[in-house]
């Protein structure tokens, strides 16, 4: 299981569409997340999709899309905030076979920088 | 509740010492994990425990040791400290294995 996400510098203008991208790769979809880190901060939980609905709302104003098709997982924002500045992670728990253990597996992460 | 709490907040070691990361849950989650975080890297699995007594390694498991005898801690062991353990070290917890991790706030260490 991989999760891979596009694009390790996103900046747009206070206002605009964020879109942060993520794709996994996994014989079985995963439960998917997104997380939030702040400057030397921990993460925080922004929304998580566990095999309901495939359209998530989470904390902030933040949404994210499960694609089984297109193996992505999206995260959007209509409209930028300077508050929205932050390194952003998706995060996958392979859970083929009944249970994962709680073992993460986190792409890159994507620093988003926002413009006055 | 503290959630996770994680001690100590910063460290510099020299090369060849030993030291122990705290960290400590009030959640009564049964599932706990220690994470290194490396710039472009994203945060990668040292060691996972799923319940008190039982530990088992994750992705990058050599140079750490852990335990786990009881619920709450989940202590991280640097046995001898070398620079490429640099980074920030985040332990986590979940109810479930299928369910979010809550992280702590962290520990930046650095070796020289």
């Known amino acids: 299981q991989s999760v891979t996400q596009l694009g390790s510098h996103v900046s747009v203008s206070e206002g605009a569409l964020v879109l942060l991208r993520c794709n996994y790769s996994?014989?079985?979809?995963?439960?998917l997340f997104w997380y939030v880190q702040y400057p030397n901060q921990g993460l925080q939980l922004l929304l998580k999709?566990?095999?309901?609905?495939?359209l998530v709302k989470g904390i902030n104003g933040f949404e994210a899309e499960f694609k089984k098709s297109e193996t992505s997982f999206h995260l959007t924002k209509p409209s930028a905030h300077m508050s929205d500045a932050a390194e952003y992670f998706c995060?996958?728990?392979?859970?083929?076979?009944?249970?994962?253990?709680?073992?993460?597996?986190f792409g890159q992460g994507t620093i988003l920088t926002v413009h006055p | 509740n503290a959630g996770v709490t994680q001690t100590p907040k910063f460290q510099v070691l020299k090369t060849g010492q030993s030291m122990t990361l705290q960290c400590a849950q009030d959640?009564?989650?049964?599932?706990m994990s220690w994470y290194r975080q490396d710039p472009g890297m994203g945060l990668r699995l040292i060691h996972y425990?799923?319940?008190?007594?039982?530990?088992d390694q994750g992705e990058v498991p050599n140079g750490y040791n852990v335990s786990r005898s009881t619920t709450e801690d989940f202590p991280l062991r640097l046995l001898s400290a070398a620079p490429s353990q640099t980074s920030v070290y985040f332990c986590?917890?979940?109810?479930?294995?299928?369910?979010?991790?809550?992280f702590g706030q962290g520990t930046r260490l650095t070796v020289v």
């Open positions: 996994s014989s079985v979809p995963p439960y």
């Open positions: 995060a996958a728990l392979n859970n083929a076979g009944g249970t994962s253990y709680g073992k993460l597996t």
């Open positions: 959640m009564n989650h049964e599932y």
């Open positions: 986590a917890s979940s109810w479930t294995g299928n369910t979010e991790a809550f």
């Open positions: 425990s799923v319940g008190a007594g039982i530990t």
């Open positions: 999709y566990t095999s309901a609905a495939t």
